[in-house]
């Protein structure tokens, strides 16, 4: 009795019933398996060049922060300044002598009198 077996492309006619339902034991799964030295050796590269990735993460990371404290001293100084300089306003308007004349009085008046001379 032949038995058909799917997914296997043209690789189906190779593959024997036994070896599908075969479920390794916990001793064939824990089995290490060596390495080629040419894998071991890529492994190791690899290994290196993602810990200096993680390196330079992390330094533009502290770098970002200290940008962030910096930004926000400045934000905060700035503050200060808006608040000081709010204030000295404030109070030479409050000590200002009161102007009584209307502005737009004067705008017409100087008009008038450049009217008359002409």
Request: glycine content about 2%; cysteine-free.
């Given at each position: 009795?032949?038995?058909?077996?799917?997914?296997?492309?043209?690789?189906?006619?190779?593959?024997?019933?036994?070896?599908?339902?075969?479920?390794?034991?916990?001793e064939e799964r824990s089995r290490l398996v060596?390495?080629?030295?040419?894998?071991?050796?890529?492994?190791?590269?690899?290994?290196?060049?993602?810990?200096?990735?993680?390196?330079?993460?992390?330094?533009?990371?502290?770098?970002?922060?200290?940008?962030?404290?910096?930004?926000?001293?400045?934000?905060?100084?700035?503050?200060?300044?808006?608040?000081?300089?709010?204030?000295?306003?404030?109070?030479?308007?409050?000590?200002?002598?009161?102007d009584e004349t209307n502005p737009h009085e004067?705008?017409?008046?100087?008009?008038?009198?450049?009217?008359?001379?002409?």
């Open positions: 009795m032949k038995k058909t077996k799917y997914g296997f492309g043209k690789l189906a006619p190779n593959v024997r019933h036994e070896n599908l339902i075969h479920i390794p034991t916990p060596p390495l080629p030295p040419a894998t071991q050796a890529e492994i190791q590269r690899l290994t290196q060049e993602l810990q200096a990735q993680r390196e330079e993460l992390n330094r533009r990371a502290q770098q970002d922060e200290e940008r962030h404290q910096m930004m926000q001293q400045m934000m905060e100084e700035q503050r200060r300044e808006m608040s000081a300089l709010k204030e000295m306003l404030a109070s030479s308007s409050r000590n200002a002598p009161i004067d705008s017409t008046n100087s008009n008038n009198g450049d009217t008359d001379a002409n």
